[in-house]
């Protein structure tokens, strides 16, 4: 599987401010994937990063507070914007192997805490 | 009725145990199903792709019963590094997606 690195691995910000997210694959990987785990929560799909074009977003989810980039088969940047205290989360990145299976395998996470 | 259940435990269990979660989901369309595992403050890893016909990789054995809807996973000879939090996971795989849905995950504690 490839390598999924993820910056800032933490951070702590202020409400009102955005914070963008960068997932790095050390391979060109068809498909990348943005999640969120709250606080004693599993995880939930935020949006499937397209590249070339504009993210997939889920249910309950919008480009405007989660504007995600894509520009190549490597890298993606998810930016939650307007952070309020409710964003706190780990947020992690996916790809898919495109195996036979459809396995996804997940970057460390970045643990984001709002004020 | 949530699309991907599994009881949360914890499951307290002695070195050695052999124990068995279940994860029911609720779309009979469903493609594809995993189970992951998570420790604490990390990311989850996949454990095991889950088959038609059952699999088994070393002490961990998955099994997928399409009739009930359930996919379940067995540790034998539990080890205290198995302790974890377990996640079951399935691709409804509609329409060309591959959306995963997380179950709430059941914690294990295997104890000395």
Known sequence: ?115 | RKEVEQDPGPFNVPEGATVAFNCTYSNSASQSFFWYRQDCRKEPKLLMSVYSSGNEDGRFTAQLNRASQYISLLIRDSKLSDSATYLCVVNPGQGGTYKYIFGTGTRLKVLA
């Open chain 1, 1 to 115: 599987s490839a390598v999924i690195s993820q910056k800032p691995s933490r951070d702590i910000c202020q409400r009102g401010t955005s914070l963008t997210i960068q997932c790095q694959v050390d391979s060109q990987v068809t498909m990348m994937f943005w999640y969120r785990q709250q606080p004693g929560q599993s995880l939930t799909l935020i949006a499937t990063a397209n590249q070339g074009s504009e993210a997939t977003y889920e249910s309950g989810f919008v480009i405007d507070k989660f504007p995600i980039s894509r520009p190549n088969l490597t890298f993606s940047t998810l930016t939650v914007s307007n952070m309020s205290p409710e964003d706190s989360s780990i947020y992690l990145c996916s790809d898919l192997t495109g195996g036979l299976g459809n396995e996804q395998f997940f970057g460390p996470g970045t643990r984001l805490t709002v004020l």
